[in-house]
């Protein structure tokens, strides 16, 4: 148990060692660990962050559907007022219509009676006339008179 | 080349490969089986470094790379876990250091005659083939170690240590008056607080494995000199010994690392005020 030349020689033999294997073995394979580390935290980052994409696409997703789903209930709701809307419309419109045509005929009914009276009037005024004509011509007694103006009127308003 | 002779027992097999290259200075010598074996494992280790290097893949890593990444890992959570900041020099220092110390421990738990008799086959007399078990490599590294603190703690906090050396603990609670007396025995006693650290890490890891070399051969003197029983009982105590000794090679490898660190740790710790 001495010390001599070979601790010299020893210290040489280790720093050498200690510089080589840095070089050669632990520092490459330090990098490469490292490097690997980074490589899975990132792979973990962005699978994190992935998920986080996923999880805020549907969330959006859903609020984008909900709100699809209340704009087409709005729209539904829209269609259904104004269909009922346009339905009675129409039922307002047919009703003006017919109550027009209605108006129409019964103004027409009421034109057509006049002219019937207006022709009757005149007709009776013509059997009048002619009424009168005969009795002048022929001179009859009260009682044909009578007679023979019931008997014209009645034939006369048989006619009418 | 001058070789020590020949000698009985457990001491006779305690002697080094030697070049001696100074008779006269104990100092002038080398140990020719401590060097060639700490560079045939550092050439190991170079090598597998290089082979392994050429054969690293990007993604799941499988048979040697798995095993030293998982190295890696456990060194590098070892350094983050007890420095305050980072160094890029010390977990591949913490690393070689580790992987080194077992290497060379585990070369412990060969029958203890085995390199020494093939050594004797090319006309070697003494061959200790575990490193660790010269004060020569346990003592390098620790000294290495312990000038890479002292150089961190001159660069990071230079007048932080020179005071320290200097005021504690004593001299900041003495008077004045008395500080210039305590001061000298203050620094002496901090010297030696330092110097401690390299000490006991090299002969921590040294008398481990020279403990454990000694046990082997004791053990191995009793397989081969006991008859019979001897031999069952000693292939039994010697084999439970080897595993033990695995064991203990590993924890003074890990013992050594996290010793260094933590000094290096101390070295970079910011100062309080």
Redesign the interface.
Known sequence: ???????????I??????Y???K???????E??E??SKKIAEGLAAADAGLDAKARAEAEIAEQLKDARSKAAEIVASAERRAAEIGEEAVNRSRTEAEGIVDAAREEVHAELGRARQALRNEVADIALIAAERVIESELDAKRHAALIDGIVSSGFGHA | MAEQGHEGGIAGHLHYWTFKIDESNPFMQIHLDTMLISIVVAGAMLAFALWLKGKLVDGAPSGAQNFMESVVGFVEDTVSDNFPVHNPLIAPLAFTIFIFIALVNTIDVLPVFLIGNIAHLFGVHHFRPVPTNDLNLPAAMAISVFVLVLYYEFKLKPLHFCKELLFEPFTNLVPVYLKPFVMPINLILKLVEEIAKPLSLSFRLFGNMFAGEVIFLLISFLLLSGGPVGMISGFFVGLGWSIFHLFIGLLQAFIFMILTVVYLSIAHQPVEH
């Open positions: 148990m001495s010390i001599d030349l070979t601790f010299i020689g020893q210290i033999v280790f720093l050498a060692l200690v080589l294997m840095k050669h073995l632990f520092g490459p394979m330090s490469l660990m490097a690997r």
